[in-house]
């Protein structure tokens, strides 16, 4: 079996490294997922492993990869007001990051984007009025600094970030994550199963399975101003 296992993993590491794009999803359920881990646990129908235990893995699995690989991303708009420095958020309200690297501001006069900085540590430091050039998260809100005077009053906003999906509670729950991560949920779901199996063996090769997917469709991508 321990043979067996490593011709897997090293079955995966020989796989030529690529990148996914797109968050197209397969429009795979989680009952998909299922069926296919239950084919490696060689238990078609429920008996140790119970499809509750199986959804709540499932569930694991896809916001461990959507924190990590940021495979789903929204952009929230604010506009600005005058002498207004505290903005309420107005994306998803349950969301994993803003992208430190993914905010933006937009001058309504210039049409120009301008980069903002995540520092909070600015205020006092710089001028109290204008052009905001600082950002920071705080409270479910957004601050800018310095607050914007009424030339830039109606500007916006653009802050890139990472939705939470929806919790996968029933078998017939839609997988969000994209279509290349499928394959990375069914090798986490069978590691924890051979966890509870207490199999740390057989876990833990699932498990680097399981992250050889996640990071092979990680990129760093240099960020450009939301449209």
């Given at each position: 079996m321990k043979k067996i296992l490593l011709a897997v993993f090293f079955v995966f590491l020989s796989?030529?490294?690529c990148f996914g794009a797109g968050q197209t999803s397969s429009g795979k359920t989680a009952n998909d997922i299922i069926t296919n881990v239950r084919q490696i646990l060689n238990e078609t129908t429920a008996s140790f492993w119970t499809d509750a235990e199986l959804l709540d893995w499932i569930d694991e699995a896809v916001k461990d990869i959507?924190?990590?690989s940021h495979c789903l991303e929204?952009?929230?708009t604010i506009v600005l007001s005058t002498n207004t420095k505290a903005y309420s958020w107005s994306g998803a309200?349950?969301?994993v990051i803003i992208e430190p690297e993914g905010v933006f501001f937009l001058n309504h006069n210039t049409s120009k984007y301008t980069k903002l900085v995540n520092d909070k540590t600015v205020i006092g430091h710089t001028s109290n009025e204008g052009q905001p050039t600082h950002w920071y998260e705080f409270g479910n809100?957004?601050?800018v600094w310095p607050v914007?005077?009424?030339?830039?009053?109606?500007?916006t906003i653009y802050a890139d970030y990472i939705p939470l999906p929806t919790k996968i509670t029933a078998t017939t729950g839609n997988i969000e994550t994209p279509a290349i991560?499928?394959?990375a949920i069914v090798w986490y779901v069978v590691s924890m199963a051979k966890a509870k199996?207490?199999?740390a063996n057989e876990s833990a090769v699932f498990m680097k399975i399981y992250d050889e997917l996640v990071n092979r469709y990680r990129v760093d991508i240099t960020r450009e101003p939301s449209k």
């Open positions: 796989c030529s490294i959507v924190s990590k929204d952009t929230a309200s349950d969301y809100e957004v601050h914007p005077t009424s030339a830039y009053s109606g500007s991560y499928d394959n199996d207490k199999n």
